[in-house]
């Protein structure tokens, strides 16, 4: 698309893509030779040779009555590309800008298209420049129209004919309406604003120093309580983890006893890590002036984990809720997810971190809960490859487990669970090309899959001998032989029957 505006009075600015063209009647100029034309630019820009503020035509050329003057504008942005910007990081085009008006020997087009940025260079060039056969026809004095452009990178205006009203500004904050408001209202010089500018740069690196120290006295808090977040996800999920009796032996009280336990286990973590949060606290009070003022937040959180320490685990999850959930630590995000899943409210902790619904599907595997999982299925808007993992592996679906288990993130407990699927389908080769792909070298799963199928292979031999025998003793008239084959019989039926036992 190719963009014309009217400039220099009867002039015509041209912008197509990355070409730039700046038009004007032969008659605007003082001389009508073209040669003299050329060199009066050339010597204009030998005047500011050194300066990158000023970008220099790459040919002059005359066509239908105009003079034109063609500029490249490869990897540049025009001006108003500063109105998408972030407040902060307008203000080294604006230094940029008024070092360009204080240079009061050279005359340039004060409009907005005659402006263009340098984004990898954070600073503004120009384009047109008044040279001694081309005179420049400006309609406001270098102050305002230095005011005026960047009142136009601020809002939505593109001319500016007063004082914008709040609902012009692209970014309403109390800080860009007092900048504009000082800049258009009360400054009036160039030095004056240039002063202004770079004092509102300063508080900005200085707040940006101080959010920078704020971030690193955080990631050291999160290092101090990486320990204690990893013990309590550790000893939470180890107690989740713990091998369980069989359902049909287990009786009520074992299941309150572990319940309590849970609990107890759980407060006595939580407290713990409480503490840690309060001597981490308390530390950081006594080395720095900032961290002496403490964060209601963390001191209500220290009041959560006292309430865990007396078992009422629903009140910490109702008050671990009450704050934003991305506003709460990563740790005590893991604390309250962890207790989201023990109470069995898998929605809000999948709804929190969807990457869950592994360690959640984990967990219903190790309890043999095969509703618990067709729940969390229906969950999922798609069929989770994980879950049905792990209802294969509670319902002994064999070959089932063997199709999905390249889809499922392969712990311990799921290798195990691919190893004894291979081995029950009596794919032995199979359970090898498992584990070389994987490149699982632990040796103890390869002795297992090998053990197994040694197993098998002895088994399949005792069954064939056994034929034979009952074949033989079938036809056999002689005693002696009868009874030797009797005693072997025994012994093979004896072993057979053991190792389907130990299977």
Do not use: C
């Not at 009647?25 to 050194?50: C, D, H, N």
């Not at 792909?437 to 031999?461: C, F, G, N």
Request: aromatic share 8%; no cysteine.
């Amino acid at each position: 698309m190719v963009i014309r505006t009217i400039a220099n009075q009867i002039g015509t600015i041209e912008i197509n893509q990355n070409s730039f063209y700046f038009l004007q009647p032969l008659s605007a100029f003082k001389t009508e030779e073209m040669e003299q034309i050329e060199r009066a630019y050339e010597k204009q820009m030998q005047q500011v040779m050194g300066d990158p503020t000023f970008l220099s035509a790459q040919q002059i050329s005359f066509q239908s009555g105009q003079v034109r003057f063609a500029y490249d504008l490869t990897d540049l942005h025009a001006f108003t590309a500063l109105k998408a910007m972030e407040f902060e990081d307008k203000l080294p085009y604006y230094l940029s800008l008024v070092r360009l008006a204080q240079q009061y020997d050279v005359n340039v087009l004060w409009q907005k298209e005659n402006f263009v940025l340098n984004k990898e260079e954070s600073r503004l060039h120009v384009l047109v420049t008044e040279n001694e056969v081309m005179p420049l026809h400006n309609d406001k004095e270098r102050v305002m129209a230095v005011k005026d452009l960047i009142i136009i990178s601020l809002t939505r205006l593109n001319q500016v004919f007063g004082r914008p009203r709040r609902t012009d500004f692209l970014e309403q904050s109390d800080e860009v309406i007092r900048f504009a408001e000082t800049i258009y209202l009360r400054l009036q010089s160039l030095e004056e604003i240039e002063a202004y500018v770079l004092d509102v740069s300063n508080q900005v690196e200085e707040k940006k120093q101080l959010q920078q120290q704020e971030l690193e006295r955080s990631k050291q808090t999160q290092k101090k309580w990486a320990g204690s977040s990893t013990v309590l996800r550790e000893n939470v999920q180890r107690f989740i983890s713990f091998p369980k009796k069989p359902k049909e032996k287990q009786t009520k009280s074992t299941t309150t006893g572990n319940n309590k336990l849970f609990v107890g286990v759980v407060a006595v973590l939580l407290a713990a890590f409480g503490l840690n949060v309060l001597l981490t606290q308390a530390t950081e009070n006594a080395e720095t002036k900032e961290a002496r003022e403490v964060d209601s937040a963390e001191l209500n959180l220290a009041d959560v984990y006292r309430e865990g320490l007396l078992g009422d685990t629903e009140g910490v999850v109702e008050r671990l809720e009450s704050v934003d959930y991305s506003e709460l630590p990563v740790a005590d995000q893991a604390v309250l997810n962890q207790l989201y899943i023990e109470q069995g409210d898998y929605k809000k902790a999948l709804a929190h971190q969807p990457t869950l619904i592994g360690e959640i599907a984990a967990q219903l595997r190790q309890n043999n809960d095969v509703e618990g999982l067709k729940e969390l299925q229906d969950m999922t808007e798609e069929p989770a490859e994980v879950v049905e993992f792990e209802l294969a592996s509670v319902e002994a679906e064999w070959s089932r487990i063997i199709e999905l288990r390249n889809q499922v993130e392969l712990t311990d407990q799921r290798i195990e669970t691919v190893i004894e699927a291979f081995v029950e389908e009596k794919d032995f080769q199979g359970a090898k090309g498992f584990l070389d792909k994987h490149s699982l070298t632990d040796e103890a799963w390869m002795s297992q899959v090998l053990e197994a199928e040694k197993k098998a292979l002895t088994l399949k031999e005792w069954r064939t001998e056994k034929q034979q025998i009952e074949e033989a003793l079938a036809k056999e008239e002689d005693k002696k032989a009868v009874k030797k084959y009797e005693v072997r019989l025994k012994e093979l039926n004896q072993a057979i029957e053991e190792s389907m036992k130990a299977e």
